[in-house]
């Protein structure tokens, strides 16, 4: 706690949380809002149709409705729809702060804070002052929350030891084909075997409708396979599993697992020649949070000497820039 002021003080902060409606940017301002002690406002924020076309006319026509005010004591933002609306607030109350997730295009000057991934850090001036860089992303896991969740979950999954396979799929830099799930299912069930390991599976919405039918029929012998349909088990693979494997196309789902203290495998980093995401995962492994898949293995990965804490680290220098000269 900064010194001078308690726990009620932060905890009293007016806190808006701007969400672009997409899930793992709201997750990452979550997990930055409990880290602080604040209870945010969630403001959502609506495209307006073709928003990509009337940001680049002007950027805040890529909103709808922008918030109106009595604007709050802190903004915390993340993704390309709110950097433009979190700096609109600040101009129009300078006394606000803002802290921006992700690095923003432009100028770095409208943020109070501006939280950066270190496989990003190229981009930034090497003079900035108001940059704090996160090895992964910040998320809403903790201790507590992975203690209940292993109490909710771990009975219905029976018992282990656990892979937890994390299969995300198609994007910018990655193409999930049905011949790379194919090639993942065939990886992971030899994996298994090996080390007698039951599977806890989740796709998501990029996997893909054939490479879900795929990985489906190819894990029938899984403890659990989510695929969307009900109560979503994550948070429960997380706490329960011994080892977690994920799919190379995501910087969330390593650094939820890793948060969570579990050893991460991470497949299909062959397909990935340059780029951000093989900085990412670089940094991941120096820092002893991960291995690259190996069907071949003969030991089972050890977990890391301490979980992942990004959110725990951005909150600490949010308070120390921030807080402070706030509650003056």
């Not at 090639?183 to 054939?210: I, M, P, Q």
Request: proline share 6%; hydrophobic share 40%; net charge positive.
């Amino acid at each position: 706690m900064i010194e001078g002021f308690s726990a009620e003080d932060i905890q009293n902060l007016d806190v808006w949380i701007l969400s672009d409606g997409k899930v793992g940017h709201l997750n990452q301002s979550i997990g930055l809002s409990q880290a602080l002690g604040v209870t945010p406002k969630i403001i959502e924020l609506e495209p307006t149709k073709g928003y990509k076309f009337w940001r680049l006319i002007h950027p805040l026509w890529a909103v709808k409705y922008l918030p109106k005010p009595p604007y709050p004591d802190l903004v915390i933002a993340t993704g390309n729809l709110t950097k433009d609306v979190a700096k609109h607030i600040k101009s129009q109350s300078p006394q606000t702060k803002i802290v921006q997730m992700f690095r923003p295009q432009g100028s770095l000057s409208g943020y109070d804070v501006v939280v950066v991934p270190m496989h990003n850090q190229n981009r930034v001036p090497k003079s900035a002052q108001n940059v704090v860089y996160t090895l992964g992303a910040c998320n809403k896991i903790t201790s507590e929350l992975m203690a209940t969740e292993k109490e909710k979950w771990c009975s219905k999954f029976g018992d282990g030891p656990f892979l937890a396979v994390l299969v995300g799929g198609t994007s910018k830099a990655f193409d999930f084909t049905v011949e790379r799930a194919k090639a993942l299912a065939e990886d992971v069930n030899a994996y298994a075997k090996k080390h007698n390991l039951k599977l806890l599976v989740t796709t998501s919405r990029r996997t893909g409708e054939a490479q879900n039918k795929i990985l489906k029929d190819a894990f029938k012998e899984a403890a659990y396979f989510f695929d969307g349909e009900g109560e979503n088990p994550f948070m429960g693979y997380l706490a329960c599993a011994d080892v977690v494997l994920a799919t190379a196309d995501s910087v969330n789902m390593p650094s939820e697992a890793a948060t969570a203290g579990k050893p991460v495998l991470v497949w299909g980093l062959e397909y990935f020649t340059k780029g951000k995401m093989l900085r990412y995962y670089q940094n991941f492994f120096d820092a002893g949070y991960g291995k690259r898949f190996d069907k071949n293995a003969d030991e089972l990965p050890k977990p890391p000497q301490t979980a992942l804490n990004d959110a725990g680290r951005v909150a600490g220098f949010v308070l120390s820039k921030i807080i402070p000269e706030k509650l003056k």
